[in-house]
């Protein structure tokens, strides 16, 4: 039997240069991750949503643009019959600068009151808001098909980011009233001024029932990206390339002769790179 291998990793979007330092600030924003939350009903991990407020969530999974799932918002009674709004939430706490927030969705949105509205506001480090964007879905329109959606940030001071907070709502005064959001991508300025584009899709690392590491990605278009492995004093003890069409997939690592260690696993493709700290125990 073989014995037992220990993984942890850590994901971190990395400039391009040698150090590795942390750049990604949304994580699961193609909504594929759901576990049981704190209002005890399944929430898009990562993300904190109004589930918990009515007898029913009012966030909820659903098909996905890509991938298995979206986030789907709903309007729905609470327990005096009065609406309830949907919300969905994400705070970040770092010096990141966001630029646009893009992404997907959709919904029956027929009347000027019943609509998806998502924000983003940057406040620096006296909490004082420094940035804000908002944007607003279609209106007297039943949106069947997803459409992009595009959120830029207006700064008023060049003063640090410090914090960013996220918030989706559904606002509706009819309880038929349902939006979906999919596959978010955030364009940003790191500290070094560098812009970076990340498509906030899943992934992580995983190992099968003989051992063997997988990396498990959801693509949100067909990518083309090298796939390297590095020993914790930069030796390079892997590298192979990838073409991969939009979905989701699982590459199977050549990680079968190392030796027990950190290893680093660097997928480099387009305008982004990502490194998982890998540690092997035998």
Known sequence: MKAKKILTFFFTAVLFSHHFSSAQIITNGGFENWAIGAS???????????NGIAPNANVVQAAGRTGAYSANLLSIPDTNSQITQANLYFDYTGNLKPLVLSGYWKGNFLTPSNFLYVSVRVVDASFTEIGFGSAYSPQFTNVTNWIPFSDTINYSSANSPISTSIQFTLFSTSLSTTGFVDDLTLTYTTPTGE??????????????????YLLNLNLLSPSTFTLNIFSIDGK??????YSADAGQHKILLPTENLSQGIYFVKMNGGKQSATRKLVVVR
């Open 236 to 241: 390079k003890v892997s590298e192979k390339n």
């Open 40 to 50: 005890s009903y399944l929430d898009p991990v990562g993300w904190t949503t109004s």
């Open 195 to 212: 812009i970076q584009t990340i498509p906030l899709t899943r992934s992580s690392l995983s190992q099968d029932f003989y051992g063997n």
